[in-house]
C-alpha cells in the first residue's frame, strides 16, 4: 500500500494534475507571441489610464475602458470611447479563437496592476455576459469559487496560475454561479479584458 502511495506521489510530481475548473472556463497558454505582446504594451503606453473609483473608493489599479462603460453608482452601461484602431488585431485574433463574431467584443478594459494590488472577489457586471482575459508582462494567481455559499461552500476554492500572454475565458456556469479574484501581484501586471453583452 505504501509503494502505491508512494508511486502515486512521484507520478504527480512529474505530472502535475491540472485543477478542474467550472464549466464554461477556459484558459489558453501562449495565446500571443512575445512580439505581440510588446506591441500591445507599446498600445497601452500610449493611452491615458486613470485610477479605478469603486463605491467612492480609489482602487489601487488603473484602467482605461472602450466601447461601452460601466457606471458602478447607477449599475448601467452607455456608449464609451470608440475601440482605438491599434486594438483591431488583437481583437479579430480573440474573436476568431472563440468562434465569435467580432464586433460581439463589444467592451474592452485596459487594467494596470501595481505590485501588491489585487482584485476582490465579485462577478461582473449583470449586462455584460462571456468574459475573456489576456494577460500581459507578469503572471497572476486568478481565484474562483462558488458565488452561492450555501450550495457549496466558500471553501471550495480554485486557483488557476494566469502566465504572461495567456487568455482566459468565462462563459455559461462559471460566469454566472461563480465569482473570482486574483491574488496580490508581484510585479507590474497588465491586462485586456473583452466583454460580450448579453
Not at 31 to 51: D, H, N
Not at 111 to 130: K, L, M
Not at 134 to 155: H, M, N, T, V
Request: hydrophobic letters at 40%; proline letters at 8%.
Amino acid at each position: 500500500m505504501l509503494l502505491i502511495l508512494f508511486y502515486i506521489a512521484f507520478m504527480t510530481s512529474l505530472f502535475p494534475v491540472e485543477p478542474i475548473m467550472p464549466y464554461g472556463f477556459s484558459y489558453f497558454p501562449d495565446f500571443i507571441t512575445e512580439q505581440e505582446e510588446s506591441q500591445l504594451l507599446g498600445v497601452i503606453a500610449r493611452l491615458e489610464l486613470r485610477t479605478l473609483i469603486f463605491q467612492g473608493f480609489e482602487a489601487k489599479r488603473k484602467v482605461a475602458s472602450f466601447g461601452y462603460s460601466y457606471h458602478f453608482d447607477t449599475r448601467t452601461i452607455s456608449k464609451g470611447k470608440p475601440i482605438p484602431e491599434e486594438l483591431n488585431f488583437i481583437v479579430e485574433k480573440v474573436a476568431k479563437w472563440l468562434s465569435l463574431p467580432t464586433d460581439a467584443l463589444a467592451q474592452i478594459l485596459i487594467t494596470e496592476y501595481p505590485p501588491g494590488s489585487v482584485i476582490n472577489w465579485h462577478r461582473d457586471a449583470p449586462p455584460f455576459d462571456t468574459i475573456i482575459g489576456l494577460s500581459l508582462l507578469s503572471d497572476c494567481i486568478f481565484k474562483l469559487r462558488p458565488y452561492d455559499k450555501a450550495k457549496q461552500g466558500r471553501k471550495s476554492t480554485l486557483s488557476q496560475p494566469v502566465m504572461p500572454r495567456s487568455l482566459y475565458a468565462m462563459k455559461d456556469e462559471a460566469r454566472s454561479d461563480w465569482e473570482h479574484s486574483t491574488a496580490p501581484v508581484k510585479e507590474t501586471r497588465f491586462s485586456i479584458t473583452f466583454r460580450t453583452l448579453r
